[in-house]
């Protein structure tokens, strides 16, 4: 089979080279049609509950997607100049495109309840005009601190800062905006200091950034890869096959996932950076092998097909283990991981089948005279190389004892570490520190209540429509109406079952109230009282006792110290009776009676942005809305949100005939982290007992199978276990890295077992074996195990936090898991090698 | 123009609307404004309508508001009272707002809350704020005085007039100018569009139906529509009566609290 495979591949290279090229060519005609993913939201697929009411909750209580404008001034911000530029910040975005002015929140904008003089009350614009002395600016300033819906939302207690929340259509016109208002900021030469953030400012940089590092990240590891392998075999020509292989699988995946239509989205921007190492190192050993083996004058033919004979098997298996690591992740839920997992693992697999095609095809064409340059290279760096390597063998039988209770002591110590595991992120800390956006969030939350946001949504589960419906069919079956009013009825009863509103019934009813006469008229009249009576009672957020509940929960909120600021309808309703009543704190209450509520929401809504309500409750009066404002966006901090609101429903449950719920961006962060760390754990565990298996039925042994997993169990644990101890997050890129270093770590153990049973079934000598195999195989996996770990070093210069951290463990874990296989194995061999090697000898 | 406006004022009131010949004689924009302010607020010496307003969100959800709005004029064009009676929906019942309109002050407005058995004046200040959660503002129910703009005329055809509106004081109101179509017959205002400071249309009142009711051309159903986020209200007039000979008492603050029921019978 390999015979056959190789002599195809070499006497038809031609058609090889062409196949590749044209392949390659193909697929690249469709990197131009790339589509950029930011939105974390798509961590969940659309269709996952949580987002479906997440993004329903947005909709219907109006909650814009927001650009977050913030002026901070060193004294006071009540000074007419920095109001008169703020004035005009706000004006400049209203009158954008893609702006939705009328939700537009800022000093400019809002509405001051107050009472002008005693007994009356008053709505008027906040600041329709900026101030022009100080005093008026103090004015402003007395007024919005008696606002608790705007205080500390749109300025700061601290006097220092205030915000112009600007809602905008779509998020992906985001940067646009923003790069407008920051000009129109830049040419009013304010002396304040102004930030722009929100999440659409930061997903659209995020994008942004993400093109850096595709363009930087993955060429440069394109070049450390190419100046290692230079170092290592000293010959371009004969390079140049690795460095094809890599090129072409790079670009034929990543145009296949483009081609396919999917998005590019922070997980599958890092597959370039991923495939370029590994797509290299079967080249490598191949490469290795050849230039070991090939003398000046041998046939080229022939030493190609001893190295493929040799290497073609635990090729086959390292790339699908390293395939089967990345594939699992097809198991988490996370539909971005999903994408990325499924094509590195295409890519891996593609990267074997170029390999063993196109390598033999490559190197059979090279001029003899560059062969020939090998052997001597390969001799000459024999030297200190070869000789570390030795010695290292040397060590790791020598002390074999000693490298095993220090291997489990290390395994108790990670063991430990893995328990004190962080579970946290923080999409914000994907920038890093001293990025314009993080400064604006560090900035912006220290002035206000928070600039994250989670709702708690309650709602009615009465079922006031199938209320209404029972009392249509009530009269339909009433003699006394005509067949022409039964007809209309059942027409209402009918639109009412779709999608038509109860008010518009009552609007209709009252309509055919005027036509009918005596009978007819008294029983449409009993219907209308009827529906009246249910519309009344369905407006469950109008209850005193369900405001007062909602209250409660609020201040409790504002206890537990994690919660900035939460906003509801509990405080429209007590602001607006205090200023319809004496304007006295005490008046800062909720009414008596749910008449007393509604008509105070009709105040409310008699103001210049009566839609303003709906933010906090629906036209129907069965939904509303919690507003929670937290200064961090840390899933931990917003689980231990969740959790203190559970702590509070277990003491306080619910009014009956409700039902809570969480929506919000912070909240939903934490469902996707909690569905990818349960994913990962199920991928971690599949990929690891599907490598397991196969390597049983590699080895047709089952201590063989066990040997083969026990370094990448200490690698994983290990490096897990360091990062409980150390106290680094388990975050987004930690969580994947789990599966892909198993699929990737146990490579290395394939081609050291497989070379030291070769070996021994020859030497018979354990140490003569530990010798030979300390020789070229050793040379040849610390050689793959550099390759990779350098090959993603360039993802340190990576602009965005998590590539930095995928960088600097993926290398670690590679160089960690090269060294534990290469002294673990030894050791373990040299202990237990009666039972090892009982069969074979 | 005093002369030119009770000119107009007699041919609406009096003459009754299709009497072309004598609306075709005004050219002054700004008397053609006050007549239409005449026609369109001050109809009969007194009038009673029982109005129902459907306000429907950029959503398409809908809340309902029903009142009877009784009015007195003491002038045509000059000083008005006005008690508007809210019945629905049922949590705002007996709700009071009461108006009276002056010409050379701000108007006085007062409110009436069963629920928290409370009577509130409403200060003076902005009247282009929300009536009541709807699309319309208070300066639309009670109208917007024509003192307040310059008037243009900026076409005119058989049937209208088109006059363009611009405020005197920029910076008291939303708009930087508004149109309105003018009948010629009735000398009611058909549509006013309202623009802002980049000459975008984003808001438009409508006078969907004209009735005739007691010779006095009546609007009875009209709408406003938010063109930006696209709600909208509607507003329906039924019953509507004139030259009740309402009792100048009932527009008092003792009607807040005690409804005076024999003028608020719609079916007679």
Do not use: C
Request: hydrophobic share 45%.
């Amino acid at each position: 089979m390999v015979n056959l495979l190789l002599t195809l591949s070499t006497r038809h290279r031609r058609w090889v080279f062409w196949a590749l090229a044209a392949l390659t060519l193909a697929l690249a005609s469709q990197l131009p049609r790339i589509t950029i993913d930011t939105d974390p939201e798509n961590m969940l697929p659309v269709d996952h509950p949580q987002r479906a009411f997440h993004n329903q909750a947005k909709e219907t209580f109006s909650m814009h997607d927001m650009i977050v404008v913030g002026v901070v001034s060193e004294n006071s911000i009540y000074d007419p100049a920095t109001l008169t530029a703020l004035h005009s910040v706000a004006r400049f975005s209203a009158g954008l495109d893609g702006v939705i002015a009328a939700d537009l929140m800022s000093l400019a904008d809002v509405d001051n309840i107050s009472q002008a003089e005693p007994g009356t009350i008053r709505f008027e614009w906040m600041m329709k005009t900026p101030p022009e002395t100080v005093s008026e600016a103090l004015a402003i300033r007395d007024q919005v601190a008696d606002l608790p819906l705007l205080y500390n939302t749109i300025v700061a207690d601290s006097d220092q800062a205030a915000a112009i929340y600007v809602p905008i259509k779509d998020k992906n016109e985001s940067y646009r905006l923003a790069e407008q208002i920051r000009g129109h900021i830049n040419s009013l030469d304010s002396a304040d200091d102004w930030h722009i953030t929100g999440l659409p400012v930061a997903e659209d940089q995020f994008g942004y950034e993400m093109f850096v590092q595709m363009g930087i990240s993955a060429p440069l590891a394109g070049l450390v890869i190419f100046i290692l392998l230079y170092m290592f075999f000293r010959n371009v020509p004969f390079i140049l096959a690795a460095m094809i292989v890599a090129m072409a699988t790079v670009v034929i995946t990543m145009g296949l996932l483009i081609g396919l239509g999917f998005t590019v989205h922070i997980m599958s921007s890092m597959i370039a950076i991923f495939l370029m190492p590994i797509a290299v190192v079967d080249s490598v050993h191949i490469l290795s092998e050849f230039a070991d083996r090939h003398k000046p004058g041998d046939d080229v033919k022939n030493t190609l097909a001893d190295v493929m004979r040799h290497l073609f098997q635990p090729m086959l298996f390292t790339s699908v283990t390293s395939a089967v690591g990345f594939l699992s992740l097809l198991l988490t839920p996370i539909p971005p991981v999903q994408i990325f997992g499924a094509f590195v693992g295409f890519g891996i697999l593609l990267a074997f089948v170029i390999t063993v095609i196109f390598v033999p095809a490559y190197i059979s064409a090279l001029k003899p005279a560059t062969l020939a340059r090998l052997s001597k290279v390969e001799a000459a760096q024999g030297g200190r190389f070869a000789r570390t390597i030795q010695g290292l063998g040397k060590r790791s039988g020598r002390y074999a004892k000693f490298w095993v209770a220090a291997f489990i002591a290390i395994s108790a110590i990670s063991v430990v570490g893995i328990q004190q595991i962080n579970i946290n992120d923080n999409p914000i800390r994907w920038f890093k520190e001293g990025h314009e956006i993080r400064v604006a969030d560090k900035v912006l939350n220290k002035h206000f209540a928070g600039t994250y946001d989670a709702y708690l949504v309650l709602q009615s589960k009465a079922d006031s429509q199938q209320l209404l419906v029972n009392a249509m069919d009530k009269q339909l079956s009433n003699a006394a109406l005509t067949t022409k009013t039964r007809n209309w009825l059942a027409e209402q009863r009918d639109a009412l079952l779709g999608d038509m509103a109860a008010g518009e019934f009552i609007w209709n009813l009252e309509d055919k109230l005027y036509e009918v006469k005596g009978a007819e008229a008294e029983a449409l009249s009993e219907l209308m009282q009827s529906a009246e009576q249910l519309g009344s009672n369905s407006k469950t957020f109008t209850s005193p006792a369900i405001l007062a509940y909602m209250d409660g929960l609020q201040d409790y909120l504002l206890t537990t110290g994690l919660v900035g600021k939460s906003n509801s309808l509990a405080d429209v309703v007590k602001t607006v009776n205090r200023e319809l009543g004496s304007g006295a704190p005490e008046d800062y209450a909720i009414p008596a009676s749910a008449q007393g509520v509604a008509q105070v929401l009709m105040q409310y809504q008699s103001s210049h942005r009566p839609q303003d309500l709906w933010h906090f409750v629906t036209p129907d009066y069965q939904q509303s809305l919690i507003w929670l404002q937290l200064t961090s966006g840390d899933n931990q901090h917003m689980t231990a949100v969740t959790a203190a609101v559970d702590t509070y429903l277990d003491t306080h449950p619910l009014p009956a005939g409700l039902e809570l719920n969480w929506a919000g961006k912070a909240y939903l962060n934490v469902v996707w982290q909690e569905a990818m760390v349960e994913g990962m754990l199920a991928s971690l565990i599949s990929a690891f007992v599907v490598v397991f298996v196969m390597m049983v039925v590699l080895f047709r042994s089952l201590v063989f199978g066990v040997l083969a997993m026990l370094p990448l169990t200490l690698t994983i644990s290990f490096i897990y276990g360091l990062i409980g101890w150390i106290g680094k997050d388990y975050d987004m890129p930690i969580a994947v890295l789990s599966s892909l270093t198993l699929g990737l770590s146990v490579d290395f153990a394939i081609h050291f077992i497989e070379r030291a049973r070769a070996t021994q079934a020859e030497t018979k000598d354990w140490q003569s074996t530990l010798s030979i195999l300390f020789d070229e195989p050793a040379r040849a996996i610390s050689r793959n195990a550099i390759v990779i770990a350098v090959g993603f070093t360039p993802l340190l210069f990576a602009p965005l936090v998590p590539y930095i951290t995928v960088g600097v463990f993926l290398a670690s874990i590679m160089a960690i898991s090269a060294l534990v296989t290469l002294i673990m194995l030894p050791a373990v061999m040299t202990l237990a090698r009666r039972l090892i090697f009982k069969t074979e000898n | 123009m005093r002369i030119l406006t009770l000119l107009s004022l007699l041919a609406v009131t009096s003459v009754l609307p299709f009497d072309r010949a004598q609306a075709q004689e005004i050219t002054d924009p700004h008397a053609i404004a006050k007549q239409a302010e005449i026609a369109a607020y001050y109809a009969g010496d007194d009038g009673r309508s029982a109005a129902r307003m459907m306000i429907t969100d950029a959503q398409g959800r809908t809340q309902l508001r029903q009142f009877i709005i009784l009015r007195k004029d003491h002038s045509d064009g000059g000083r008005q009272d006005m008690l508007v009676f809210f019945s629905r929906p049922a949590d705002v019942r007996d709700t009071v707002f009461r108006v009276a309109k002056n010409i050379e002050r701000e108007d006085d407005r007062w409110l009436y809350l069963p629920g928290l058995d409370l009577i509130k004046r409403i200060s003076a200040g902005d009247k282009r704020t929300s009536f009541v959660g709807s699309h319309f503002f208070y300066e639309d129910v009670s109208g917007r005085g024509t003192s307040l703009d310059d008037f243009e005329l900026i076409s005119e055809t058989d049937a209208h007039y088109v006059l363009k509106a611009t405020p005197l004081d920029p910076a008291s109101v939303e708009f930087s100018h508004y149109e309105v179509r003018i009948d010629k017959n009735t000398m009611l205002p058909l549509k006013s569009r309202f623009y802002n400071a980049k000459g975008e249309a984003y808001r438009e009142v409508e006078a969907v139906t004209i009735e005739e009711i007691q010779g006095y051309p009546t609007v009875t159903h009209s709408r406003v529509k938010d063109l930006v986020s696209g709600g909208q209200t509607e507003m329906q007039f039924r019953f509507t009566s004139y030259n009740l000979d309402l009792p100048d008492s009932i527009f008092s603050e003792r009607s807040m609290r005690n409804p005076p029921t024999e003028w608020l019978e719609l079916r007679d």
